[in-house]
Every structure is written in C-alpha cells, then in structure tokens.
C-alpha cells in the first residue's frame, strides 16, 4: 500500500492550501483517513480524520478552518487549509487504516507547509 501526497509549499498568513493524499495497492478497505503535522521540535499532531461513514474529527486549532474531504471511491483525501497562521507551519502527513488482512496503519511521505507573516 502506497499514499501518495501533493501540495504543500509556502503561504501568506490568510492564504489558503490544499492536500491531497492518494491510497494505491492491495486494497479492499479503508476505515479511517487523516492528517497529521510535526512541528520542529514537537511531536507529531492529529490535524483531522475521516472514517469510511464520514464521521470527522479535527483538532481545536484547525476547526472552522480546515476542512477534510474524502472521496471513498477513488481511495482519496484531501484537506484545504484556510485561514494560515504561522502556527500551521509543519510537516504534514497522511494516514490511512487500511486492510487486508486487519487494519493497519500507512502513512504518507510528510509534506513542509510553511506559513509566512
């Protein structure tokens, strides 16, 4: 199993951003999807994640400016980022749980999100 990232880069505070993160291979189900980012020097963080029904999480900091979306039948998800602040600086990843044989974690190469003031 493959998760293949695009996007990132480096934006203005205010600007915007999309992620995109596509889950290839032996694949017969997916549950959950999601995002996560590491700062320098912090640990790596829960941005927001989507099961297979749609049931989203997002962590405080992102919610009303982050949105996760999540297209099931072509195995991909995306997170357009609204509303940067330098904050949002970090690497970013992409998980899926992905079975079979159980689920088990992937993860996507990180991509850098940088946010200038």
């Known amino acids: 199993v493959q998760l293949v990232v695009s996007g990132g880069g480096l934006v203005q505070v205010g600007g915007s951003l999309r992620l995109s993160c596509a889950a290839s291979?032996?694949?017969?189900?997916?549950?959950?999807m999601g995002w996560y980012r590491q700062a320098p020097g912090k640990e790596r963080d829960l941005v927001a994640t989507?099961?297979?029904?749609?049931?989203?999480n997002y962590a405080d900091s992102v919610q009303d400016r982050f949105t996760i979306v999540r297209d099931n039948a072509k195995n991909t998800v995306h997170l357009q980022m609204n509303s940067l602040e330098p904050g949002d600086t970090a690497v970013y990843y992409c998980?899926?749980?992905?079975?079979?044989?159980?689920?088990?974690?992937?993860w996507g190469k990180g991509t850098l999100v940088t946010v200038s003031s």
């Open positions: 291979g032996s694949i017969e189900s997916i549950n959950a």
């Open positions: 989507i099961t297979s029904g749609g049931s989203i």
């Open positions: 998980d899926a749980e992905v079975a079979p044989p159980r689920f088990e974690d992937f």
